[in-house]
């Protein structure tokens, strides 16, 4: 399995937002879904979206109307928008891609909402 490059975490301030990027590299040509999860403190790791290779999407109940997934295809690549953020969506983020062979995981990036 291949390591994913994720990127664009950080600390923002409630109510604010930010936009996540994943990409899988090499010449990847059997990617199918793609997924981001995220891991509070204490935790177990939750679903937070995924989108489908056609676009299909579905998210979590409690990041609905608040975060957007997508993928551009031609980079491999997948985004989580991440809008009127709480101090409650404070985890480390890791996206996940799933081919022929299995899934891949990226390494996790931190996103801290302060309140």
């Known amino acids: 399995q291949v390591q994913l490059v994720e990127s664009g975490g950080g600390l923002v301030q409630s109510g604010g937002s930010l936009r996540l990027s994943c990409a899988v590299p090499?010449?990847?040509?059997?990617?199918?879904?793609m997924h981001w999860y995220r891991q509070a403190p204490g935790k177990q790791r939750e679903l937070v979206a995924e989108?489908?290779?056609?676009?299909?999407?579905s998210y979590g109940d409690s990041v609905k109307g608040r975060f957007t997934i997508s993928r551009d295809n031609a980079k491999n690549t997948v985004y989580l928008e991440m809008t009127s953020l709480k101090s409650e969506d404070t985890g480390v983020y890791y996206c996940?891609?799933?081919?022929?062979?299995?899934?891949?995981w990226g390494q996790g990036t931190q996103v801290t909402v302060s309140s």
């Open positions: 090499g010449r990847i040509f059997d990617l199918n879904a």
């Open positions: 996940a891609a799933d081919r022929i062979s299995g899934r891949s």
């Open positions: 989108i489908s290779s056609g676009g299909s999407t």
